[in-house]
């Protein structure tokens, strides 16, 4: 088993290699991924996230190379009742703690997700590179990057938009234009997606797929 943990863990360093010199540490966090290999096939995580975080159904997230800090605060937020998912939420229900951060440590070690590189709407472009401040609406960049790959600092984690499931991703930002997700810090991404249009919200979620 430590053989098999050594080895793990080994792949998984010249997987970060890739991942624009992020340390390893700061994306996995305090879990052990090996276990959390073991821990979302116990758990069946894999059925709509995929072997290695990348969802096998369009309205399930990618997870592969998302912050395990971020994972994780979705994961308790389906525990407490701040976020809702009819699957989620029960998935998530008496879930320790060393559960989460094995689980969350497993999916940020894998590759980061990325996308196909299509979707280069200008409108959507511009929304993401600039916002549009006169509603209210900052850049998307200014919390999850240039390439929608997140930002980490010590107070705070945006996550990894770039790559998701474009599906999802145009899911999400309705939900968080309607309030029926509202679990953002400050409301910022309820007072972001409040003033977006159904035709804007369609364009930024094929562009930042394709990131």
Not at 73 to 100: C, I, T, W
Not at 140 to 147: A, T
Not at 150 to 160: K, N, W
Request: glycine letters at 10%.
């Amino acid at each position: 088993m430590v053989v098999a943990t050594l080895a793990f863990i080994t792949s998984v360093k010249f997987a970060q290699a890739d991942q624009n010199g992020e340390a390893l540490a700061q994306r996995v966090g305090s879990g052990n991924p090996a276990v959390g290999k073991l821990r979302i096939q116990s758990e069946n995580c894999r059925e709509c996230h995929g072997d290695d975080g990348i969802s096998t159904a369009v309205y399930a997230p990618n997870l592969a190379g998302q912050y395990s800090q971020y994972i994780i605060k979705q994961l308790k937020d389906f525990q407490s009742g701040a976020r809702k998912h009819p699957v989620m939420s029960v998935m998530a229900e008496g879930l320790s703690d060393n559960y989460l951060e094995d689980i969350a440590a497993f999916f940020a070690s894998n590759k980061v997700m990325k996308g196909n590189g299509t979707g280069g709407n200008e409108i959507a472009r511009n929304i993401f590179l600039r916002g549009d401040m006169d509603r209210n609406i900052l850049p998307c960049k200014s919390c999850h990057g240039e390439n929608g790959k997140g930002i980490y600092s010590e107070t705070d984690v945006h996550p990894v938009i770039g790559g998701q499931q474009r599906t999802y991703l145009r899911e999400q930002l309705r939900y968080w234009r309607s309030g029926e997700r509202h679990n953002s810090p400050n409301s910022v991404m309820n007072i972001i997606a409040k003033s977006l249009t159904d035709v804007e919200i369609q364009d930024l979620a094929e562009y930042i797929s394709g990131l």
